[in-house]
């Protein structure tokens, strides 16, 4: 197996060691409520032709994100002041204008709290700008190779749990995302675990009539089906969410070759184990989830409903086992007066949303 170690294994968070005040668990570690949803409601968005500085003004000092597609920049809207996201979209033929109206027309569909919402779109002779949802944690994919940002099983869990409940809801739409990876997840957040689906550039509307081949992807989150150019479904999103989860919990990929060639052939031959030092320390339940989707047929992977339910993701017995693990684990480390004030914050917090 080719393996890419993305953080030091030996940092881990740092607990109390000395007497203080007793405060319920830190937020991050357990609070299972949903994101906050966005500051506007769900609407149906058209791009319109006229010119964008009329309504909004963009920071194009400041890159949120990018890729194959273009970029991505804060920006404020003129009449409100409310924070947003501009996705900046190059597309001059008519082919590339269809591939981001399809993208719109995908959001359009979509409103859960776990999945970024479209706000406005505008249109012009070269591009298509996309005005989003602003959030300010990061990616998630930061979180896993940032080694100031330990990564414990229950952290794991909250992120895994709130990225099946928003695929749960976008497969009930009939909707496949089909290029889920820590890239395309961003934290609301970073004093917090909660999430959002983003980037809905490749997602396809799942019609089981009509049956749909890609040939696009992120190497390494690739399901066997999309290499092999077969039908792809729900299960396809699933195989990237058991390779998401591995990485999570271990800082490894579990597929990576030295070129993209060998990280393919590693996929179709589904060699993977739990025989690297990683794991070591990670629960039964975690093994068992991510072998329930790291199966090279489909039609044997969980679903996303099915994942909600599994012991991994449904035993509060376990999870307070996990929390209790890293408490032991901490108790004998010092203290930062930075993390006093974050568990206070964390704590009073905690406590307001009681009343």
């Given at each position: 197996m080719y393996v890419l170690d993305l953080r030091p294994l030996s940092l881990s968070p740092c607990l109390c060691s000395f007497p203080l005040p007793v405060f319920s668990p830190s937020l991050s570690s357990t609070d299972s409520s949903p994101p906050p949803a966005a500051p506007f409601n769900h609407r149906i968005v058209t791009p319109k032709p006229h010119q964008i500085a009329t309504f909004y003004a963009i920071n194009k000092d400041e890159v949120l994100g990018g890729g194959r597609f273009g970029q991505v920049h804060k920006c404020v809207e003129n009449s409100s002041g409310l924070m947003l996201a501009a996705k900046i979209?190059?597309?001059?033929?008519?082919?590339?204008?269809?591939?981001?109206?399809?993208?719109?027309?995908?959001?359009n569909q979509l409103n859960h709290a776990?999945?970024?919402?479209l706000y406005a779109a505008f249109e012009s002779r070269t591009d298509i700008i996309l005005i989003m949802e602003y959030v300010d944690g990061g990616e998630l994919f930061d979180r896993i190779i940032d080694e100031n940002h330990n990564l414990t099983e229950l952290d794991t869990v909250l992120f895994i749990r709130q990225i099946c409940e928003g695929l749960q809801y976008m497969h009930k739409m009939y909707i496949l995302h089909l290029d889920l990876k820590p890239e395309n997840i961003l934290c609301v957040s970073r004093a917090t675990n909660?999430?959002?689906?983003?980037?809905?550039?490749?997602?396809?509307?799942?019609?089981?009539?009509?049956k749909l081949?890609?040939?696009?992807?992120?190497?390494?989150?690739?399901?066997?089906?999309?290499?092999?150019?077969?039908?792809?479904?729900?299960?396809?999103?699933?195989?990237?969410?058991?390779?998401?989860?591995y990485m999570?919990?271990?800082g490894l990929s579990p597929f990576l070759g030295d070129d993209d060639n060998e990280t393919l052939n590693n996929i179709l031959a589904c060699q993977w184990n739990f025989e690297v030092d990683e794991f070591t320390e990670i629960s039964e339940e975690a093994k068992d989830f991510i072998t329930c989707l790291l199966i090279k047929s489909k039609s044997w992977?969980?679903?996303?409903?099915?994942?909600?339910?599994?012991?991994?993701?449904?035993?509060?017995?376990?999870?307070?086992?996990?929390?209790?693990?890293v408490e032991n684990t901490q108790s004998n480390k010092p203290i930062s007066i930075d993390l006093i004030r974050n568990r206070v914050t964390l704590s009073l917090q905690n406590s307001s949303n009681h009343f």
């Open positions: 979209i190059k597309a001059r033929s008519q082919k590339e204008k269809e591939v981001v109206k399809n993208e719109i027309q995908v959001m776990n999945l970024i919402q909660k999430i959002k689906i983003i980037d809905f550039g490749l997602a396809r509307r799942y019609k089981p009539r009509e081949r890609v040939n696009f992807g992120t190497p390494e989150f690739l399901a066997p089906e999309v290499i092999n150019y077969e039908f792809v479904s729900f299960p396809t999103d699933m195989w990237s969410l058991g390779v998401i989860t999570l919990l271990t992977r969980m679903s996303a409903s099915q994942s909600l339910k599994h012991s991994w993701l449904s035993d509060r017995n376990l999870h307070y086992r996990l929390h209790q693990k």
